[in-house]
Structures are given as structure tokens and as C-alpha cells.
């Protein structure tokens, strides 16, 4: 009875077999289609200092540049000094130049001119003649006319002839001031020797500071206007930053600027003195044509404290136009449009809850949120469309 009992039991236990498995298989499939959480980066909405700036790389320059040149023509004694050393205003004298000495020309110059002048001379009173003769014969026929003896229109010939008269002794007395301005260079006690040595020129500093560029360090002859030199004070330098136009319209004088890898640890400290009112067009790396302003800033930080920054360095600048204190704020990633609107993921009770928001300014990594977040909310950043309203989603640790 007992073996029957347990071949009836197997019996049964076979027939519910493939049942079981059928439900262990629907209950496997229906595991493995179950929607999971997508794992998302999230950041929190925070409260905090917002800077809105323009970056863009600057160059210094020293405030007041003065070029020193050639006062005359001559042979120009080696210069001594260096780049970097010190001069003072009116005392340290940079350059001594030699004047060439006088040649056969000035000998031949001088009796040119005294040719010139006897031509003026004669041309001088040849037309004063000239006036007199047209003056007195003006006046006869004003006589003759009177009397109805000649026509008006040989009256106006005479008229002319006498005016054009008077024009050519005005251009003759010119001429001969011109000759005589001239024959004053050849003075009475100027030496009229070809052999004469002339004293050498001292070209003194013309303001305190230090030289910049020497442009004419070896011994030659230059003439009169060569440059040779540049001065200026290392200490009183500005800032010149290119912007886009757009960007300098937007920046107001006195605007506070940072300015970063300069070669020292804290920024430098800056202030907005001038957006110049002309723009120009350069070209980007990337080929685009670009109008772009200078933007001239003043150096707030002591000079104690930037003490290697001279003339033509390169730095960072951070043009700050707009800061707030204390801005609700979210990473820039984790905001996107949504129509005409902006828009965010909110992770509430592990699900994605889509909420609409009113963003204000901009620092480029961080943006400011004026309506529909609160201070700790948890934000999805980079959502794209994988993320959808109401949809389980779990954070991940970076």
C-alpha cells in the first residue's frame, strides 16, 4: 500500500513540474525586464559667491614709453648702458654724438645763396617798376575815362594789368625774405672753415626710469632723428586686455579685474580704467574674423609685490562684471531647455522629478537659479534624453 502511495505521489509531483518551471521562467523574464535606476551624476544647489567675468589673455605695458633720437647728424660714441639700467631725468647722460664736420658744400652752399639773394634783389626791383609803371598808368587812363575818351573795358585792362602788378612785388619781397632766412644760418661769427670741429652733443635722460630698448649700441654715424633708445619706468605699468566687442560694451570703467598666472602665487589685483572707443578686427586661431576692443586696466597690487613683472608679460585676465554674495547656484550641466524654458531633474523619493526654473547669471561652470529650486535640492547633471519625468534614477559617486 505504501509503495503505491509513493508512486501516486511521484506521479503528481511529475505532473507539476513543468508548471514550476514555467512560473520560475515567467518570474526570471519578468526580473530581467524590470526597469532598473539609472545611475546619474547629481550636485546639490548651493549658496554662494557667483562671479560673471570675461577671461581672456592680456599683456602689460608701461604707462609713459619715451624714445630717445638723434638731435643731429653725426658719429654716435658706443652707448655704455644696458638694458634694465637706471637713468635720471636731466642728469644721466645716454648718448654723445660727435656732428659731422663742415664740408666743401657749405662754402658752395653759402655762395649759392648769396647768388640767390642778388636774384631776389633784382627780381625785386624789377617789379617794383613794373607796379609804378602800372600805377601811374592806371591813373591816366582813370583821366581819360572821365573824360569819355576811352572805353570801360580798356579802363578794366589796366585795372588788371596794375593789380597783377602789385601781386608780383608781394611774391618778389616773399622771395626775398625766404633768401635772406636762409643767408641768416651763414652768421657773421660762424666758423667758415672746412676743417672746423664742432663740440660733441649730450643726449640726456629725458625722464627717470629705466632703459627699456637700446636700438643704437655700436659706434656709427646716424643722422638726425635715429632712434636710439627707449625709457621708461617698469613700475608704472597697466594692463591691455583684447576683448570681443560685445564683451567690452558690457564692461564699465572702475570694474574690478584678476589677473593669474603672471608668474606668482596670489592673482594681481586690477582696476578698469578705459574700454578704447575704436575696435579692430583680428583673426582667431580657428580662421574667424573677430572685432575686438582694448580694454586698459590699472595695477592695484604694490609694486613690492610684483617686483618681476615688466614691459610685455603675458597674463591671465578675469574681468569680473557682475558678483553676488550670497546666489542660489547649480552647476551650468545640470540645467537645459525645455521649450522657451529652463528646466532640471530633481531627485525626489529616488525618481526624477522635472521642475522648471528661472536662471540668471552665469559664471560658465555655475549658473544662478532666481525661481523653482531650493537651497540642498538635488540636482541631475547632464540628463540628456535618458532621463525622463518620474523615472527611478540612483546617484553615483564620483
Known amino acids: ?26 518570474a526570471l523574464i519578468t526580473a530581467g525586464l524590470w526597469p532598473r535606476p539609472i545611475p546619474v551624476e547629481t550636485a546639490r544647489a548651493t549658496i554662494g559667491t557667483l562671479r560673471a567675468t570675461v577671461n581672456e589673455q592680456g599683456k602689460t605695458r608701461i604707462k609713459q614709453r619715451y624714445v630717445v633720437s638723434a638731435p643731429v647728424t653725426g658719429q654716435l660714441q658706443r652707448i655704455p648702458f644696458k638694458a634694465g639700467a637706471e637713468v635720471h631725468a636731466g642728469q644721466t647722460v645716454v648718448a654723445v654724438i660727435e656732428p659731422v664736420s663742415p664740408t666743401l658744400l657749405d662754402a658752395r652752399t653759402r655762395v649759392a645763396t648769396e647768388a640767390k639773394r642778388d636774384t631776389a634783389l633784382a627780381n625785386l ?5 613794373g607796379q609804378r609803371f602800372a600805377a601811374s598808368d592806371l ?4 583821366k581819360l575815362h572821365a573824360e569819355k575818351m576811352v572805353s570801360v573795358q580798356e579802363l578794366e585792362t589796366v585795372q588788371l594789368r596794375e593789380a597783377s602788378a602789385t601781386k608780383e612785388q608781394a611774391a618778389a619781397e616773399s622771395a626775398l625774405r625766404q633768401v635772406e632766412a636762409e643767408m641768416a644760418e651763414f652768421a657773421g ?48 605699468i597697466e594692463v591691455v586686455v583684447e576683448v570681443l566687442s560685445r564683451d567690452g560694451a558690457a564692461i564699465p570703467p572702475a570694474t574690478p579685474v584678476e589677473l593669474e598666472q603672471w608668474g606668482g602665487g596670489e592673482p594681481l589685483k ?10 579692430f578686427t583680428k583673426i582667431s586661431a580657428l580662421g574667424v574674423e573677430e572685432q575686438r576692443v582694448n580694454v586698459v586696466a590699472d595695477l592695484l597690487t604694490p609694486p613690492d609685490q610684483r617686483r618681476n613683472v615688466g614691459d610685455g608679460f603675458r597674463v591671465e585676465a578675469r574681468i569680473i562684471v557682475w558678483e553676488a554674495p550670497d546666489a542660489l ?10 521649450g ?3 528646466a532640471a531633474f530633481v531627485i525626489a523619493d529616488g525618481r526624477a ?20 529650486l531650493k537651497q540642498g535640492e538635488e540636482v541631475i547633471l547632464y540628463p540628456g534624453s535618458r532621463v525622463r519625468d518620474g523615472q527611478r534614477v540612483t546617484p553615483v559617486i564620483l
Request: no cysteine.
Open 125 to 129: 626791383e624789377k617789379a617794383r617798376a
Open 329 to 338: 547656484k547649480v552647476p551650468a550641466g545640470a540645467l537645459f531647455r525645455k
Open 189 to 236: 661769427n660762424a666758423p667758415t672753415g672746412t676743417n672746423t670741429l664742432l663740440d660733441p652733443v649730450q643726449v640726456k635722460a629725458p625722464a627717470t626710469g629705466s632703459v627699456l630698448h637700446i636700438f643704437e649700441e655700436n659706434s656709427r654715424v646716424v643722422a638726425a632723428g635715429t632712434t636710439l633708445m627707449e625709457i621708461g619706468d617698469p613700475l608704472d
Open 1 to 26: 500500500m505504501s509503495q503505491t502511495l509513493q508512486r501516486a505521489a511521484k506521479r503528481h509531483t511529475r505532473r507539476w513540474l513543468p508548471y514550476a518551471g514555467a512560473v520560475v521562467l515567467v
Open 270 to 279: 586690477a582696476k578698469v580704467r578705459l574700454v578704447e572707443p575704436a575696435a
Open 353 to 372: 522629478q522635472l521642475k522648471i526654473v528661472k536662471a540668471g547669471r552665469s559664471s560658465g561652470t555655475e549658473t544662478q537659479v532666481l525661481e523653482g
Open 139 to 142: 591813373r591816366r587812363f582813370e
Open 340 to 342: 522657451d524654458q529652463w
